[in-house]
């Protein structure tokens, strides 16, 4: 029998030295190489995919997480400003909204977090929990920059409140440049 990718000279060859062959022939070994560290570098893909998510809290969000798990922690909320109709503007304006409130409860009050309904719409939450009896603001800031017409935003806040979420919302008519 011939083997087509053996050489002439080792046709007539026993099965241990065709091993041998095999095993030593700087070709096969190159593959071997190649093909092992192919198998190598998938299963450490694979086994990197498979690990479960981070559960760690930073300490910044720690007291935030724990207010939401703990009914103790929770708070009431009053909103002194929740609603704007801030007019016409001229496209191209940058319009700042401040929403104040106080809190009503006998706990901190925790902004954990504000998200505005786009990017148009930058906010800021305070950085430190508002004490019981104090009131405190949220700043957002509208880019009207293409986006003529009526436009009606919303900034979700959410805290240690139940309910959790509030809707904070501002409409304004943006006329094009002239």
């Given at each position: 029998?011939?083997i087509?990718?053996?050489?002439?000279?080792?046709?007539?060859?026993?099965?241990?030295?065709?091993?041998?062959?095999?095993?030593?022939h700087?070709?096969?070994?190159?593959?071997?190489?190649y093909?092992?560290?192919?198998?190598?570098?998938t299963?450490?893909?694979?086994?990197g995919?498979?690990?479960?998510?981070?559960?760690?809290?930073?300490?910044?969000?720690?007291?935030?997480v724990?207010?939401t798990?703990d009914?103790?922690?929770?708070?009431?909320?009053?909103?002194?400003?929740?609603?704007?109709?801030?007019?016409a503007?001229?496209?191209?304006e940058?319009?700042?909204?401040?929403?104040?409130?106080?809190?009503?409860?006998?706990?901190?009050?925790?902004?954990?977090?504000?998200?505005?309904?786009?990017?148009?719409?930058v906010?800021?939450?305070?950085?430190?929990?508002?004490?019981?009896?104090?009131?405190?603001?949220?700043?957002?800031?509208?880019?009207?920059e293409?986006k003529?017409?009526?436009?009606?935003?919303?900034i979700?806040?959410?805290?240690?409140?139940?309910?959790?979420s509030?809707?904070?919302?501002?409409?304004?008519?943006?006329?094009?440049?002239?």
């Amino acid at each position: 029998m011939r083997i087509s990718c053996i050489p002439e000279s080792m046709s007539k060859i026993n099965k241990d030295e065709l091993v041998k062959y095999l095993h030593l022939h700087p070709k096969v070994i190159s593959m071997k190489k190649y093909f092992y560290s192919l198998l190598l570098i998938t299963a450490v893909i694979i086994a990197g995919c498979n690990q479960p998510e981070s559960k760690t809290v930073s300490p910044e969000a720690a007291p935030a997480v724990s207010a939401t798990t703990d009914p103790a922690t929770l708070t009431t909320v009053e909103w002194i400003d929740s609603s704007f109709d801030k007019g016409a503007v001229t496209e191209g304006e940058k319009i700042e909204i401040a929403y104040r409130f106080k809190n009503t409860g006998q706990n901190p009050l925790i902004i954990k977090d504000v998200r505005p309904s786009c990017g148009c719409t930058v906010a800021e939450k305070p950085l430190e929990p508002i004490a019981p009896g104090k009131e405190g603001v949220i700043k957002a800031i509208f880019n009207s920059e293409n986006k003529q017409g009526l436009n009606h935003k919303t900034i979700t806040v959410i805290s240690n409140t139940q309910p959790e979420s509030h809707s904070l919302k501002f409409t304004v008519t943006v006329n094009k440049k002239s």
